[in-house]
């Protein structure tokens, strides 16, 4: 795999100052920053003690001799967190004060023997800097101290900017997606009344003598699918766009008793609707997910449609039953996906959007609920499941 790796080119170009001694502290290599750092050359300090060759100070002498010793002595890393040695300037005999992190590291032979021990010097002065000391006679270590205080305060600063922002282009992704998805559904479910409508007007118009009244039925009966499509797909892009509704108190039975005198259903209507569920949310999007629920109930029922009121604390349960062909376990995540139309749905109601479960879904979700498929026995059971306003118990 292409040329070998020049370990000394490596080793010279690395920033930090980083000398290579042997067990009994011999200086074998250094690199350039170490050179550049102490102005010195090779020859001045190869074959040297470590101790010596670079004029340090005993305090740190001491330190780095019990340092390199402990790694010989254990074959460990070994860190000593900050020692000062002051580095000569531009002017000579002129001194710079500096601060270092010290790190001791082993290197083994193939015999499992200590071979080398790689001293590596990172100034750590500039973390000092600009930082003031808790008194005027602040030590080294409490000013460094609070320098890493208030590194670790900026980090958690820049840590939850950085989850705030994830959220905020997660959110803008969603936004996103949910465009495409409307666009989608606007575009196909218009697609095909429209086919029908361009369809029905050309045969009318190279049959001029034909009795128009058959087709002008068809073209309402278009006419009147696209209508409800539009209808529901102006819901939905409300649903993602516009401002929320001021949420209002809603009693859960008073609606459904006021929507089915309002719009009475074409089937039986059966109601066991307990009194005082309370709910926080829009009682005309409330309305349209009772409306959507008692149109799918009436395009599959047999006989008659049950509506239940009922409470299972924290939640308010709105529940629409009935006694049709039911749903397939499979099917129950299925209808509540935009435009999807299971084969009774098309048979029963050709004219239907496809989109009022999912509408109601929608909504549901929006207050904090859900909207769902549950097991029933003989038919189907829909369930709005909504937190209780507060003070509803």
Same mark, same amino acid.
């Given at each position: 795999?292409?040329?070998?790796?020049?370990?000394?080119?490596?080793?010279?170009?690395?920033?930090?100052?980083?000398?290579?001694?042997?067990?009994?502290?011999?200086?074998?290599?250094?690199?350039?920053?170490?050179?550049?750092?102490?102005?010195?050359?090779?020859?001045?300090?190869?074959?040297?003690?470590?101790?010596?060759?670079?004029? @340090?100070?005993?305090?740190?002498?001491?330190?780095?001799?019990?340092?390199?010793?402990?790694?010989?002595?254990?074959?460990?890393?070994?860190?000593?967190?900050?020692?000062?040695?002051?580095?000569?300037?531009?002017?000579?005999?002129?001194?710079?004060?500096?601060?270092?992190?010290?790190?001791?590291?082993?290197?083994?032979?193939?015999?499992?023997?200590? @071979?080398?021990?790689?001293?590596?010097?990172?100034?750590?002065?500039?973390?000092?800097?600009?930082?003031?000391?808790?008194?005027?006679?602040?030590?080294?270590?409490?000013?460094?101290?609070?320098?890493?205080?208030?590194?670790?305060?900026?980090?958690?600063?820049?840590?939850?900017?950085?989850?705030?922002?994830?959220?905020?282009?997660?959110?803008?992704?969603?936004?996103?997606?949910?465009?495409?998805?409307?666009?989608?559904?606007?575009?196909?479910?218009?697609?095909?009344?429209?086919?029908?409508?361009?369809?029905?007007?050309?045969?009318?118009?190279?049959?001029?003598?034909?009795?128009?009244?058959?087709?002008?039925?068809?073209?309402?009966?278009?006419?009147?699918?696209?209508?409800?499509?539009?209808?529901?797909?102006?819901?939905?892009?409300?649903?993602?766009?516009?401002?929320?509704?001021?949420?209002?108190?809603?009693?859960?039975?008073?609606?459904?008793?006021?929507?089915?005198?309002?719009?009475?259903?074409?089937?039986?209507?059966?109601?066991?609707?307990?009194?005082?569920?309370?709910?926080?949310? @829009?009682?005309?999007?409330?309305?349209?997910?009772?409306?959507?629920?008692?149109?799918?109930?009436?395009?599959?029922?047999?006989?008659?449609?049950?509506?239940?009121?009922?409470?299972?604390?924290?939640?308010?349960?709105?529940?629409?039953?009935?006694?049709?062909?039911?749903?397939?376990?499979?099917?129950?995540?299925?209808?509540?996906?935009?435009?999807?139309?299971?084969?009774?749905?098309?048979?029963?109601?050709?004219?239907?959007?496809?989109?009022?479960?999912?509408?109601?879904?929608?909504?549901?979700?929006?207050?904090?609920?859900?909207?769902?498929?549950?097991?029933?026995?003989?038919?189907?059971?829909?369930?709005?499941?909504?937190?209780?306003?507060?003070?509803?118990?």
């Amino acid at each position: 795999m292409g040329d070998a790796l020049d370990y000394a080119a490596v080793f010279n170009a690395t920033p930090t100052p980083c000398t290579v001694v042997t067990p009994d502290l011999t200086i074998v290599a250094v690199n350039d920053a170490c050179l550049r750092t102490t102005h010195l050359s090779r020859p001045d300090v190869i074959g040297r003690s470590v101790l010596t060759a670079f004029s @340090s100070p005993s305090a740190f002498v001491e330190t780095l001799r019990a340092s390199l010793e402990h790694v010989a002595r254990t074959g460990t890393v070994d860190v000593v967190p900050l020692l000062r040695h002051d580095v000569e300037s531009g002017r000579r005999g002129a001194y710079e004060e500096r601060y270092w992190t010290l790190v001791h590291v082993p290197v083994f032979g193939r015999d499992g023997e200590l @071979s080398w021990i790689v001293c590596w010097a990172e100034d750590v002065t500039p973390l000092l800097e600009g930082t003031p000391p808790v008194d005027e006679h602040g030590d080294p270590e409490t000013r460094l101290h609070h320098r890493a205080r208030d590194l670790l305060e900026l980090s958690t600063r820049l840590k939850r900017a950085y989850r705030q922002e994830q959220r905020t282009v997660s959110a803008l992704h969603e936004a996103i997606e949910h465009q495409q998805r409307f666009l989608f559904d606007a575009t196909h479910d218009l697609r095909n009344p429209i086919t029908g409508l361009m369809t029905e007007l050309e045969v009318a118009l190279t049959e001029p003598e034909a009795d128009l009244r058959p087709v002008l039925h068809k073209l309402r009966r278009d006419v009147e699918r696209l209508d409800d499509i539009v209808a529901d797909l102006l819901v939905l892009a409300r649903l993602y766009t516009a401002t929320p509704p001021v949420t209002d108190r809603v009693d859960l039975a008073r609606l459904v008793m006021e929507e089915l005198e309002t719009h009475p259903p074409s089937a039986e209507v059966i109601t066991r609707l307990d009194s005082g569920v309370v709910v926080r949310a @829009s009682r005309v999007r409330l309305a349209r997910v009772l409306s959507n629920l008692v149109a799918n109930a009436e395009r599959h029922t047999t006989s008659r449609i049950e509506i239940l009121v009922r409470t299972e604390p924290p939640f308010a349960f709105l529940e629409v039953v009935d006694d049709g062909a039911g749903i397939a376990p499979e099917d129950r995540e299925k209808i509540f996906q935009r435009a999807y139309r299971g084969l009774d749905a098309r048979t029963r109601d050709p004219g239907g959007s496809g989109f009022g479960l999912a509408i109601g879904r929608e909504i549901a979700q929006a207050y904090g609920g859900d909207l769902y498929a549950a097991d029933q026995p003989g038919g189907a059971r829909l369930v709005m499941r909504l937190p209780l306003a507060p003070g509803t118990g």
